[in-house]
């Protein structure tokens, strides 16, 4: 039996009897860019995440450029970032003319090591960092990172692409964040039907300035208070998101579910290091993630791909051995733990609707390959 990595189709058959009346009635009144649905997706995401504002993007890229504006971020400022994650958290910083300062993460729960950051931030006084919430789960230092970026002053920017539905000592992970980014990219736990974003925010102040900077930086129609992008949802994309969080609670508890299972069973297999939420931390489901001793990663996926089950390695290479990051980056102390971790690691099939026939496939699959 075949097992793909993702099938999002058993997602979309989910909310394709709901999602396409609200499709309709969007040709029917042209509501193709803004309009009542996105401002009604703004406060139901808003209520998903316990956070005050909610002001949805054109992706989660976009977020990330706004959001850091938002903070501050300029030509010439530093901007402290985990040397694992989606390329897109570095891509936003330089993009700004700004410069990344590279941390490594914590061999545990793979975040961003907040003994790196103090360290890093003595070193090269960044006034700006970036925390990810990298696999579906949250650094196990949290408060922490957050207490000591208040304390040194440094704005700081949470990329939430992988973490909705997650929930960090007590309540969802973004709710206390000041700025913090999502991506609707269909493969992500909630996913739109194109690419999409949103910004999360606690201050009015913050919510005026990123509602005119998404929007070619207005005051009035032709009138403009700032440089901005050209960033906006429409209709047919928060009709479809809408769904999608209403489902939310559903999707998360079933993906949760299904990482909990792989990581049972994976825990018990000599080699086989799993990774997942530190104490205090729920996850949602997003990814499953393993190394296996003594082996590249990419052996490992190679004989799971042949064996018929689609696994990924999620992230093969760190922001530091990207061509573009080569003197564009500073990179504090020797980065050992990301690099380690992008050789060796292995992801297999998780997604919502997985079911349990196809996860034994998958494990029995790993186990020939081992
Ligand atoms: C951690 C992280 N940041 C940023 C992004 C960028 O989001 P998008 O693809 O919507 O631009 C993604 C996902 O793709 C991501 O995983």
């Not at 099938?7 to 509501?31: H, I, K, M, Y």
């Not at 997706?41 to 995440?49: D, G, I, V």
């Not at 739109?192 to 102040?205: V, W």
């Amino acid at each position: 039996m075949a097992v793909p990595f993702i099938d999002l189709s058993r997602l979309v058959q989910r909310v394709r009897a709901g999602v396409l009346p609200a499709w309709t009635e969007c040709f029917d009144r042209c509501e193709f860019v803004g309009g009542p649905r996105v401002g009604a997706l703004e406060k139901k995401l808003a209520a998903a995440l316990s956070v005050p504002r909610a002001v949805t993007c054109a992706n989660g890229t976009d977020a990330l450029l706004i959001g850091l504006q938002a903070l501050g971020v300029k030509r010439g400022s530093k901007v402290a970032l985990p040397n694992l994650t989606f390329w897109a958290t570095f891509e936003a910083v330089v993009q700004l003319g700004a410069t990344p300062v590279l941390i490594d993460v914590d061999p545990d729960d793979l975040q961003m090591s907040l003994a790196e950051l103090k360290s890093a931030h003595d070193a090269h006084r960044f006034d700006f960092a970036m925390l990810v919430h990298l696999y579906g789960w949250a650094s196990r230092d949290l408060r922490e990172i957050r207490a000591f970026c208040k304390e040194r002053a440094i704005g700081l920017l949470e990329d939430g692409a992988q973490c909705f539905g997650v929930e960090a000592f007590g309540e969802p992970v973004l709710s206390k964040a000041t700025v913090a980014t999502l991506s609707f990219y269909p493969a992500k736990v909630i996913g739109g039907a194109m690419d999409g974003g949103a910004i999360t925010l606690q201050s009015e102040a913050h919510e005026k300035y990123v509602r005119s900077i998404c929007n070619h930086g207005r005051s009035d129609h032709y009138s403009y208070a700032h440089v901005g992008w050209n960033s906006r949802m429409g209709g047919i994309q928060a009709a479809f998101l809408s769904a999608m969080v209403d489902l939310a609670p559903e999707i998360v508890e079933t993906r949760r579910a299904a990482a909990v299972w792989y990581r049972e069973r994976l825990s018990a297999i000599k080699g086989v290091k799993v990774y997942g939420p530190p104490a205090g931390v729920s996850e949602n489901g997003y990814l499953n993630v393993f190394t296996v001793e003594g082996k590249r990663g990419q052996e490992i996926v190679d004989a799971l791909k042949k064996a018929g089950v689609g696994a990924a390695r999620t992230y093969p290479e760190p922001m530091d051995a990207q061509p573009p990051a080569k003197g564009a980056a500073i990179l504090h102390g020797d980065l050992v733990h990301s690099r380690r971790i992008c050789e060796n690691v292995v992801n297999l099939p998780l997604f919502f609707g997985i079911r349990e026939d196809e996860r034994e496939e998958a494990l029995a699959a790993l186990r020939a390959a081992l």
